[in-house]
């Protein structure tokens, strides 16, 4: 396996790359041309900007998260096509400077949802929590702004304030939407840039839904066992593929995260790594990365990545926020480091056992 950590680039992280350089066992970074909105074209000078400023920083580039998907082609509007040709160039101009991991996600209007992004923990860091009760009762169209409020003052990924904007619109154009019409998007999606995929080898790696179930009553497909494999089955190619996150998929404790990583052997592209703590039927709080402080066998699911034959992209997820540090809610420095360090830890005990 490779480490990396996820960077977004010095006009809007709050780690530099001299800090991620001395995480010793990092070999990479996971980055996004953060300023372009969904549908945009991603020239190839920007591509090989990016890459230089990572490179030029003693890293490598080793794959994007994530290059975002226009609601046209989530909805299936008649311009869909065009929004997917400008998705297809972008694979052409990433496969051309060598870059052959794309993570992305098929969720409807909002990406990971949160209730809040700074809950106290009994060890005085804060993390992000969800409460499907408050979700229950907050009405949708406030949402952006909440989570805007509450993210010291960083733009956060899936939460970009131009598109989230205009979120009756996207409600309106949403309605008719289910899953099996979202699904099927997806899969005419995939079919329609998987050759350029194959062209280039380039890995897309789909992040599941975060959280695992409905949010204000809008679809959510990439949920379980049996939706991943019907998605890969839709559409064989071996590129197409999973980013597996263990807390998106574990916020449902019906998903059996070993089994996951069994069913998926092959496909699964890219790992997020993290843990978080199951307080109450759809209620949670993110944890650090030790099995011990959360819900989930961490250690299991190493061994099980490991014994599958893994050898793809992983990085440790959100962490919590430590020591004073002030950063994007989920991103700070100290416990993503920490984590990165328990992951090695437990990769190097299985290989040696």
């Known amino acids: 396996m490779k480490m ?4 977004y680039g010095k006009d809007y992280d709050s780690v530099t790359l001299e800090q991620l350089r001395q995480i010793r066992y990092v070999e990479g970074l996971i980055s996004t041309l ?24 003693g890293l490598e580039l080793s794959g994007i998260e994530s290059v975002n998907i226009h609601d046209a082609i989530k909805i299936g509007t008649p311009d869909r096509d065009m929004y997917i040709e400008n ?27 949160r209730t809040d992004l700074a809950k106290p923990r009994p060890d005085g860091s804060t993390v992000l929590a969800y409460d499907q009760n408050i979700v229950e009762k907050i009405d949708p169209n406030n949402f952006a702004a909440y989570m805007d409020e509450n993210s010291n003052g960083f733009v956060m990924p899936g939460w970009e304030p131009e598109r989230l904007g205009k979120l009756k619109e996207l409600f309106e154009a949403y309605k008719d939407v ?128 490991y014994e599958d034959g893994f050898d793809g992209v992983i990085r440790p997820d959100h962490g919590r926020m430590l020591w004073g540090e002030k950063a994007m809610p989920g991103y700070g420095l100290y416990d993503r480091a920490l984590g990165a360090a328990y992951i090695c830890g437990l990769w190097e005990m299985i290989s040696k056992n």
């Open 4 to 7: 990396t950590m996820r960077y």
């Open 34 to 57: 953060y300023y372009k909105q969904a549908g945009e074209l991603w020239e190839r000078d920007e591509i090989k900007a990016l890459k230089k400023e990572i490179e030029d920083g």
């Open 87 to 113: 998705y297809i160039k972008t694979l052409e101009n990433l496969g051309e400077e060598g870059i052959n991991l794309v993570c992305y996600n098929f969720m409807p209007i909002f990406d990971w949802t």
């Open 178 to 305: 289910d899953a099996d019409k979202l699904f099927n998007n997806l899969v005419y999606f995939l079919k329609a840039i998987m050759p350029t995929c194959d062209k280039y080898g380039i890995k897309m790696a789909i992040h599941p839904d975060d959280p695992a179930w409905s949010v204000f009553g809008l679809s959510r497909i990439i949920t379980n066992k049996e939706n991943l494999l019907k998605m890969l089955n839709a559409v064989p190619s071996v590129n197409n593929g999973v980013t597996f996150c263990m807390g998106s998929l574990g916020s449902n404790p019906d998903n059996d995260l070993v089994d996951l990583v069994h069913a998926l052997k092959g496909r699964i592209h890219f790992a997020h790594i993290r843990n978080l703590k199951h307080t109450a039927p759809g209620k949670f709080e993110e944890a650090c990365h030790l099995s011990a402080d959360g819900s989930f066998d961490l250690a299991a699911v190493v061994k099980a990545l």
